[in-house]
Structures are given as structure tokens and as C-alpha cells.
């Protein structure tokens, strides 16, 4: 049985990822909103709800380096997007929450990048194809088989 060419998936799936992102990213700019970052950390917080999310956890979903959450965090926090509250659980932490400027900003930035990603990708598949994508990125969520490795 012929192994696939990681590289032949590679590059077209990072180039891909690249060019969509740049795309939305753009877009958000000339509408005068914060990029994709700022919207991930405040959907992150609104799924959290009243409990929040201590800064650890945010790093892990966000898939950004500590400081990099850090960073983020305090900028959303001097714009009222999002709250700081003492960790019951622990003195010395904080949890992270959402507040209801942070929610309305979310929604903002979502329906615009909705409409950026809808544009910058479906003109491209049609609904089969769109469907068959999806399945074959999700296979590469998920751990290999032992007999393909």
C-alpha cells in the first residue's frame, strides 16, 4: 500500500490556513474591529460563563504561550472586555470572565468575521466537497492508528 505524502498536505493546508486567516483578519481591520485573537478569548470567556477561566486554562484552549495570554488578558481588561476575579480555589489566582461590553464586542466581531469566512471560503466547494473537507481536517484532530504509525 502506498504511504501518503505528508508534504503534499502540508504546504497547500498551511498556505490555505494562512490565506483564509488574512483574509478575515483584513477584513475585521477595515471594519475597524479587533482581530481574531481578541474574539477568541472573549468566545472562550462566554462559553466559560459566570465561572470564568483561570489564565492556564485560556492558554490551553487558545493554543497561545503564557505570556502571550498574559498579554491579551490585560489588554481586554483595560478596555472593559473582560474581568478579573480573586480564585476561590487558590488566593494568589484569578479567573478571567467575560463582561457584558466583552459579550456585545464578541458579537460584533462575529458577524462580520462570519460573513469574512463564509466569503473567503465557500465560493470555493460546493456543499459535498465543503462536507468531505471537513470530515478529512477532522481526521487530523484525532490520534493516528497504531497500525499507521
Not at 481574531?36 to 490551553?60: I, K, N, S, T, V
Not at 504561550?65 to 478579573?84: F, M
Not at 473567503?120 to 504509525?149: C, M, N, Q
Amino acid at each position: 500500500m502506498e504511504t501518503p505524502d505528508p508534504f503534499a498536505v502540508w504546504l497547500p493546508l498551511a498556505r490555505a490556513h494562512k490565506s483564509v486567516l488574512a483574509s478575515v483578519e483584513a477584513v475585521l481591520k477595515q471594519a475597524g474591529l479587533p482581530g481574531l485573537d481578541w474574539y477568541d478569548m472573549l468566545w472562550e470567556l462566554e462559553c466559560a460563563g459566570d465561572a470564568g477561566l483561570r489564565p492556564f486554562e485560556l492558554q490551553e484552549k487558545l493554543l497561545l504561550p503564557q505570556y502571550g495570554v498574559s498579554r491579551l488578558a490585560e489588554r481586554l481588561a483595560k478596555t472593559g472586555l473582560l474581568a478579573r476575579r480573586t480564585c476561590n480555589d487558590d488566593g494568589r489566582g484569578q479567573v478571567l470572565v467575560i463582561t457584558p461590553e466583552g459579550a456585545a464586542m464578541r458579537a460584533r466581531i462575529w458577524a462580520v468575521y462570519s460573513a469574512a469566512m463564509q466569503q473567503a471560503v465557500t465560493p470555493h466547494f460546493s456543499p459535498g466537497e465543503a462536507r468531505r473537507l471537513a470530515e478529512l481536517l477532522a481526521k487530523l484532530l484525532r490520534p493516528a492508528p497504531a497500525d499507521k504509525i
